[in-house]
């Protein structure tokens, strides 16, 4: 099936091949159709799978299609982070060339006046965060008593990220009769509670089993000890001569420190968090996708809004905490079809960490040896000895030389098997 197919505009289709889009995705193929004929949709898809496109498209042919003109916006997409409604704004862009709509993105970390002046200016598409969509709700700079399509991107990460309320205060200003596309790569029991509240006999697509990663990413861990990971990535960089590596670390602080690191073992770094402003995380992230940088480290404020074309690597230099964050990290490589590396270094405390991964993937992840690094299980088994010998000493520390003599030898023959001194009592 091609994009012709799909009964999109003209000009659209000029886009999307300009683009160097092909054919379209398994979920492209199953959500247009269903959006174009005006219903609601539940999706599940993995990230990497072209979801973004699987909702913009369509509704960017419907408003295309709509009365042009009007000043209030029209269609509202909600993400949990910058960095994703930056790169569905720029998707949105990129597909509605040459068509009269008009769209801007909208989140915090920013000055709130520039975005005041362009929707008073008017509107069609919106995509935002909802922490200053509320802002500008409030200041009554913005309208959305004229939304005609709702789109929830990565519904569930909203959630995890404490967002739920937010969602719900945004949707008591968006008029019931809509159009509400809802999209989660997870389905708990609060995402269902969600998505009945808000969707009207959604259409059901699923595209991939849930929490699993791409066909496409080669996963692999390395059993090395907390002290020597940085060391292990640098030789990995430099002896695969690796380019573009996004490395996630757990805190803000381990990002920084790392950058540092790394810039000091000859390797271009520089780090992404939620501490970073908005200009240096938008810097930081151009330089990474121009390779100007050569590894970007980030917490897990990027796991889920990073879209960098053909990203080869993605290290977890500390494990999440959440086993399903591990999906969305690696989701970062191996995307629209393309081949990916993710490796995990793995210390002896987050063991338990990648179990509990390998349990939500149901799969085990091949364990990789670097010459030098990897902790063999000969080596394994010796320290669990050696620990073993140092608490039997500590027990046994009642007989020791610290004590007075007397009382040593009175402990010695308590301890002492009555059976052996039968024994020699026999032989003398």
Known sequence: MSFENLSLNPQILTNVKFQGYVEPTPIQK???????????????????????????????????????????????????????????????????????????????????????????????????????????????????????????????????????????????????????????????SEIKSLADTLLNKPEMIEVARQNTAAETVDQGFYRVGKGRKRALLTYLIKSGDWHQILVFTKTKHGANRLAVQLDKDGITATAIHGNKSQGARTRALAGFKENKVRVLVATDIAARGLDIDRLPHVVNYELPLVAEDYVHRIGRTGRAGCEGEALSLVAEDEVKLLQNIEKLMKRKIPLKHAKGFSESEKALEHNAKAKSSIKKKQEGSQYSGDQPKAKRNSAKKKAYPWWKKRKQGKKT
């Open 30 to 188: 199953k959500a247009i159709p269903v959006v174009l004929r005006g219903r609601d949709i539940l999706a599940g898809s993995q990230t990497g799978t072209g979801k973004t496109a699987a909702f913009t498209l369509p509704i960017l042919n419907l408003l295309a299609e709509g009365k042009p003109g009007g000043h209030h916006p029209k269609a509202l997409i909600l993400t949990p982070t910058r960095e994703l409604a930056a790169q569905v704004a720029e998707s949105v862009e990129k597909y509605s060339e040459g068509l009269a709509v008009r769209s801007t993105v909208i989140f915090g970390g920013v000055g709130i006046n520039p975005q005041i002046q362009r929707i008073k200016k008017g509107l069609d598409v919106i995509i935002g965060t909802p922490g200053r969509l509320l802002d500008l709700i409030y200041q009554k700079a913005l309208d959305l008593s004229k939304i005609q399509y709702l789109v929830l991107d990565e519904a569930d990460r909203m959630l995890d990220m404490g967002f739920i309320h937010d969602i719900r205060k945004i949707i008591n200003f968006v008029p019931k009769k809509r159009q509400t596309l809802f999209f989660s790569a997870t389905y708990s």
